[in-house]
């Protein structure tokens, strides 16, 4: 069985006033929300379970970007890696990094600062 791809245009796109999921092919959908906000949504199975990975808004991503996206994605599922899963621990490894550039002193001084009115009186305060 032959699978069809690019079975979307720019027009077409640009074109779809009702809501709903609309195939590309290789994975690549377009979901069309309340509203008309349209954004590209690459959807894959990974150990029986269906997996669906944002890829932008129409807005910020050509229909040409989220093909090429779309087949790196595929690629990265060929090489037996999920793409979600390591999307996120990129973030998670993002956000560690993050965390560890913040001192004490900073997170002391934003928690007194952000508690401080909740204090009965400026005794409290001062014992933090």
């Known amino acids: 069985m032959v699978k069809v791809v690019n079975k979307l245009s ?3 796109v640009a074109n779809i ?3 709903g999921w609309y195939c590309d ?16 949504v690459f959807r894959y199975n990974v150990n029986g379970k269906r997996r669906h990975m944002g890829l932008g808004s129409l807005r910020q991503v050509s229909l ?3 093909r090429v996206r779309a087949r790196d994605l595929a690629q990265r599922l060929r090489e037996g890696v999920d ?4 999307r996120r621990d ?8 993050d965390a ?9 001084r934003a928690y007194i600062r952000a508690h401080r009115a909740s204090w009965r009186n400026e005794k409290h305060a001062k014992q933090w």
Do not use: I, M, Y
């Open 90 to 97: 990129d973030q998670t490894a993002r956000q560690s990094r």
């Open 10 to 12: 720019a027009l077409k």
């Open 83 to 86: 793409p979600l899963a390591e």
């Open 25 to 40: 092919g290789n994975g690549l959908w377009l979901q069309v929300a309340k509203g008309l906000t349209k954004t590209w």
């Open 100 to 108: 560890r550039r913040v001192t004490f002193d900073t997170c002391a």
């Open 64 to 66: 040409a970007d989220a």
């Open 17 to 19: 006033r009702d809501r």
